[in-house]
């Protein structure tokens, strides 16, 4: 290992949507890595198992639960960090819905600021109370982002605006704040409870072509299983460098596995 990567091995890093799926897949593999680990998310049971198994495997982590579009939440998790790991290395805003999966002639206002809330303004929020720290260490944001940002789909007219707003949430920080590293990336398609929603729910409002093209790679198994990005944004999450910051990166993108050779 580097000497780089050796300085970071006691990081403290946030990790979002950590109950289950892509961000329960960072959550562990980070502990793996040797940072200490700060998790959330509405689903108490699933997150202490979370914080169960990076302990098993000689980590440490704890579980702040709570709804994210909180602030009195947000807030708490910073603090958690600071005050259970004297300091915070990173964040990773990976909560995230896709719903209301609906066209926008039939959709209800209320469930698009729902989406608007979790992946967007929850990000912007957990990001402005942990800068002071991230300043500090000269630390990282990792946004979760989708390919959705740059690609609109048949009724998925939420999703796509607040993963495009993301990208330009995360554009715009990495132009505010040089001294923090702002990624945006695109995991590719992850075999988690959201694809599930896609095969169970999207034919309502998609196209055939577009619900068929889901199904069709999930009955191919050709859909990765969360720790494979995942493994990648942990990777970004501890050693992205800061002439990276405000790329809009690929999980696979070929300079990521450089950053542990
Ligand atoms: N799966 C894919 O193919 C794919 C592709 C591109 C991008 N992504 C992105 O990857 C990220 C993770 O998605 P996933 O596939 O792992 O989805 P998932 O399995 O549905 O997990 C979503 C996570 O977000 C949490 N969450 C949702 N609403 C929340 C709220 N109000 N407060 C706190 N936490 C909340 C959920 O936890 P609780 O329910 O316990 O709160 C859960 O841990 C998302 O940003 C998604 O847009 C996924």
């Known amino acids: 290992m580097s000497e780089d990567a ?25 502990g793996e890595m040797g940072a200490r680990v700060v998790v959330t998310a509405r689903s108490e049971d699933k997150l202490a198992e979370v914080v169960t198994a990076i302990q098993a495997a000689g980590g440490a982590a704890i579980a702040v639960p709570g709804d ?35 066209r926008i002639a039939e959709t209800d206002a209320h469930d698009w600021q729902h989406n608007w809330t979790i992946n967007v303004l929850a990000p912007v929020m957990l990001t402005q109370a942990a800068l002071p720290h991230l300043r500090a260490q000269k ?20 999703y796509c605006t607040t993963k495009a707003a993301l990208n330009m949430f995360n554009s715009t ?5 040089p001294v923090i590293t702002a990624l945006a990336v695109r995991p590719g398609m992850v075999d988690t409870e959201m694809q599930a929603l896609i095969r169970r729910e999207g ?39 800061p002439e990276w910051s405000g790329e809009f990166i690929r999980w696979d993108d070929e300079r990521v596995e450089t950053l542990i050779s």
């Open 203 to 241: 034919d309502s409002a998609m196209t055939e072509q577009d619900h068929a093209f889901f199904v069709g790679h999930h009955q191919q198994g050709e859909i990765p299983a969360p720790a494979i990005p995942g493994r990648a944004i942990a990777i970004l999450a501890l050693y992205a460098p």
């Open 173 to 177: 920080l990495a132009l505010e704040e």
């Open 139 to 158: 630390g990282r944001v990792i946004n979760i982002s989708s390919g959705a940002a740059v690609s609109a789909k048949i009724g998925w007219g939420a």
């Open 6 to 30: 050796k300085q970071t091995m006691n990081q403290t890093v946030i990790v979002t949507g950590a109950s289950r799926g892509l961000g329960a897949a960072v959550a562990r593999i980070v």
């Open 68 to 102: 994210i579009s909180d602030p009195v939440v947000v807030r708490a998790v910073v603090d958690a960090a600071i005050t259970h790991f004297g300091q915070l290395d990173a964040i990773v805003n990976n909560a995230g819905v896709l719903e209301p999966i609906t």
